[in-house]
């Protein structure tokens, strides 16, 4: 499997702390959040030169960045479109894959779809791919037919996938405890392109590095949900989405990580 495995930025940390430690500790990848709304980082903080430099180890196949565009927007109204637009403009500047955003399943599969034109047009033009992340409110069914509407604009193909938060499929409702079945039952029409990968004990978003929480004593789910990837063909980045203390667990969690792909 040809994935990279990274960190993010943090609401409780400068950027450059996440993004320096994983350069130093070898992460070949990493998601720039755009938090400044609650806290953390925003585009706006990258200076030029510091986009260079950014854009340079990107083409130098050092890192794979990605963008997380705000949690908050929401791709049918225009506040929203115009926070991920900043996020692609972002994204294209460094040279990034992707750029991230959130499932909003209360609205209908079609309305949700069309709404992602534009950003699909400036995503193709900034040279990245978008992925729709599950939320934990966000149902198996609701991703297929939003993949299913997908699936007939041809300017969506090999342009939008899905990004898997395996830590919100665990607290969905239908899946609790239980996120590679979310995966199952996922139509082989889903193009999974990201992992969002944190843990929890089923009841809040606790975002526990992987190996602290359920998988510490058994990785059977760990071990079943990178057969089914590999089973997809997936070739995306790993996101570690937290920033512990010490972050010295996030390098252990890469390590532990890294055997299982091995092993897959």
């Not at 460094?94 to 034109?117: C, D, G, R, T």
């Not at 534009?118 to 069914?141: C, F, R």
Request: charged content about 20%; hydrophobic content about 35%.
């Amino acid at each position: 499997m040809n994935v990279r495995i990274g960190n993010q930025t943090s609401a409780h940390a400068p950027a450059k702390l996440p993004y320096e430690f994983a350069c130093r500790n070898g992460f070949d990848a990493f998601e720039w959040f755009s938090d400044r709304g609650r806290h953390g980082w925003c585009e706006a903080e990258t200076s030029p030169a510091e986009c260079d430099q950014l854009h340079q180890a990107a083409a130098a196949g050092n890192v794979r960045f990605s963008i997380h565009a705000p949690y908050y927007a929401d791709p049918t109204t225009p506040d929203g479109i115009e926070a991920i637009r900043k996020s692609i403009r972002f994204g294209g500047s460094i040279k990034a894959s992707v750029v991230n955003l959130h499932h909003f399943p209360q609205y209908h599969a079609k309305v949700y779809a069309e709404s992602l034109k534009p950003l699909i047009e400036e995503a193709a033009k900034a040279g990245l791919q978008l992925s729709l992340e599950n939320t934990p409110e966000t149902p198996p069914d609701n991703i297929n037919a939003v993949f299913g509407v997908l699936s007939a604009m041809p300017e969506a193909t090999g342009r939008v996938g899905f990004c898997l938060d395996s830590g919100h499929a665990n607290l969905h409702s239908g899946t609790r405890h239980d996120y590679v079945r979310f995966v199952d039952l996922l139509g082989n029409h889903v193009p999974i392109i990201h992992w969002h990968a944190h843990e929890n004990w089923g009841d809040r978003d606790s975002h526990l590095p992987l190996f602290t929480g359920p998988s510490a004593k058994d990785d059977r789910g760990l071990r079943g949900l990178i057969r089914r990837l590999k089973q997809r063909g997936f070739a995306g980045s790993v996101i570690l989405e937290q920033w512990p203390n010490p972050p010295e667990q996030l390098v252990k969690s890469r390590n532990r990580l890294t055997e299982l792909l091995g092993q897959a």
